[in-house]
């Protein structure tokens, strides 16, 4: 029985319950205008669409009107930690994220047709203050890119970070032809200081590719490329 269960006879109470726990992945406070529309599809699993909007401080970077729009149809996946909030209590989930779409200033990205076929997709919820990294994570061990945050412009900059991890894996470009990684030991190469630094190069490197295959705009994604390697000293 899932988690879902209780909520079998009433509908309503469902989609509010989903909101509220998708509330601290698609919400700050500096983007109000932010929208989720989390609609039902079945008792575990609904669509969202979320649109973020440079906030007023950020306007002047973007052409105007550009937002970036996020669909995906989530899956609950397990229990996660439990979070209080201005709202009480919230029961946090790991949702699976499958047919993610962006809409990127009017251009489509689809990350289907950008990563490697086995990627994984999740959403990682969890307590903000408990997070050693930011809006994302890619797990080459597991496949799986972590979204942990979608609620500023830069958390689609850093997902196109982590699908560029996820192709950099892929191909192997990180050692260099060598075998794949499948162990944490095997991983622990990469995570020293000069390991990071290549994999960190080679990720934003892949994510240039992408924006540019798909037209979209590469300042920003370089402003958040230096923001980010220099958050690593890795300037
Ligand atoms: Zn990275």
Redesign the pocket.
């Known amino acids: 029985m899932n988690e879902f269960s209780k909520y079998e006879q009433q509908e309503e109470i469902e989609i509010k319950d989903w909101s509220k726990t998708l509330e601290p992945t698609f919400r700050d406070s500096y983007h109000q205008q932010n929208e989720v529309l989390v609609e039902r599809a079945d008792k575990n699993s609904a669509k969202v669409r979320a649109i973020i909007k440079p906030s007023k401080e950020e306007a002047a970077d973007f052409p105007k009107g550009f937002f970036v729009q996020m669909e995906s149809v989530l899956e609950a996946k397990e229990a996660g930690p439990v979070l209080n909030s201005g709202n009480g209590q919230i029961e946090m989930y790991d949702f699976n994220c499958k047919d993610v779409q962006f809409l990127v200033g009017g251009k489509k990205v689809n990350f289907s047709e950008i990563l490697p076929d086995d990627t994984n997709f999740v959403i990682k919820q969890c307590p903000t203050t408990d997070r050693s990294y930011g809006n994302g994570?890619?797990n080459p061990l597991t496949k799986t890119i972590e979204i942990t945050t979608f609620s500023k412009i830069d958390a689609f900059f850093t997902l196109l970070?982590?699908a560029?991890?996820a192709i950099d894996f892929f191909n192997k470009g990180v050692n260099k032809g060598g075998p794949e990684v499948k162990t944490q030991d095997e991983l622990s190469k990469y995570t020293d200081s000069r390991g990071?630094r290549d994999?960190?190069r080679c990720?934003?490197a892949e994510a240039l590719k992408i924006a540019r295959a798909k037209g979209l705009p590469t300042k920003q994604i370089r402003k958040a490329m230096k923001k980010?390697l220099c958050g690593?000293g890795l300037k």
């Open positions: 994570f890619y970070h982590e560029g991890h990071l994999i960190e990720a934003w980010s690593y």
